[in-house]
């Protein structure tokens, strides 16, 4: 990899590949290094594209959400157009439940859809909600993706384009002054001209890039075939700890933990058991259904809980990191400004609000 039109793209999750795809549909020459095809990180996710239900309030991270959500439909539609796979992308909107002795309050922006349900409306809503559910809010513009799903198609959209996936580990990125020479691997170093960082929670083994592993332990269960509720669960479901997710198929996902145990792995009793009693508050029949899997995996999350995009201390290294709960959410829209800027040097003044510098120290080394 020594032309100077050459990118190489260091981690090869979903915000990896969705870049790769991306700067290679734009012409340029791109490889990708990564070190575990299966991607722990893609795992710790169910997919929610849910910057009205995360409740995120007026800024800069709410406008990149909502970008974001806005090119969804058309991006997946491209992806699956190029692999010929499904993405599981679905507008199923999702209703947010308020509890007894919990808030009502909402981030009100009166430009964005969404609406109250009182205690008649919402059970009318979704059949099978529990009997502490005195209301919630509707959010009929957010959606979900099946995340694994969308993680094979990107995998698959690597193959269809020939883009070079190197397997293998990152060691160190080697640097002098203000550029990056190459990164050496556990069996070679690799070059190019310039480089892109996106290896989430494991950022800071190769910089000083205040970027941490945040675990989430989940579960799946599976709607039985003689299922007594009279309508199925149709949409999302976001309580307070607690999400549940159903999918087309008939899973259903139950998350997330939120827990800063470094890189510790494995999913807990008292980790699953928190999941289950908040999920079976919201919608009790989940008590009856066959557990099909438990799994868990690790977000990379920053002190601000924002992510880190753009520029660098080195004018040929990118980074794309930190994105936390908004991974797959923010795929599409990580992927057109960070090719926007470094393909046509077109910089959207919203990169400003996640540029590095942001953090108290002056320079990163």
Known sequence: MNSSQDILIIGGGIIGLSLAVELKLRGA??????????????????????????????????????QSRALYAAWVERLEEITGLKTGYWRSGILAPVCQNESQEQVHLSNLN?????????????????????????YPDDAQVDNRALFRTLQAATKELQIEIIQDNAKEIIRQGNRVFGVETTAEKLQADRYVLAIGPWTEKLLNIPVFPRKGQMLSVCVPEDCAVMQ???????????????????????????????????????GIQSLLTGAIQLYPELQHYPI?????????????????????????????????????????????????????RKLDPLLAAFNYSRFTFSKLT
């Not at 919402?122 to 009997?131: A, C, R, T």
Request: proline share 7%; hydrophobic share 45%.
């Open 232 to 270: 199925a669960l149709q949409t999302v479901l976001f309580g307070t700890g607690t999400y549940i997710v159903p999918r087309q198929d008939g899973r259903i996902i139950i998350g997330a933990t939120s827990e800063n145990v470094d890189f510790t792995p494995g999913n807990t009793p008292a």
């Open 29 to 66: 020459s791109v490889a990708v290094l990564t070190a575990d095809s299966k991607q722990p990180t893609a795992r710790a996710a169910a997919g929610m594209l849910a910057p009205q239900a995360e409740r995120i309030p007026p800024s800069p991270m709410l406008d990149l959400c909502l």
């Open 292 to 344: 099909l899997e438990f799994w868990w995996g690790f977000r990379p999350a920053t002190t601000d809980e924002l992510p880190i995009l753009g520029a660098s201390a080195w004018e040929n290294l990118t980074l794309a990191t930190g994105h936390y709960r908004n991974g797959i959410l923010l795929a599409p829209i990580t992927a057109k400004l960070l090719a926007d800027s470094m393909l046509d």
């Open 114 to 138: 969404s609406h109250w349900l009182d205690r008649d409306t919402i059970h009318q809503h979704q059949f099978g909600l529990g009997e502490e559910v005195i209301g919630g809010w509707w």
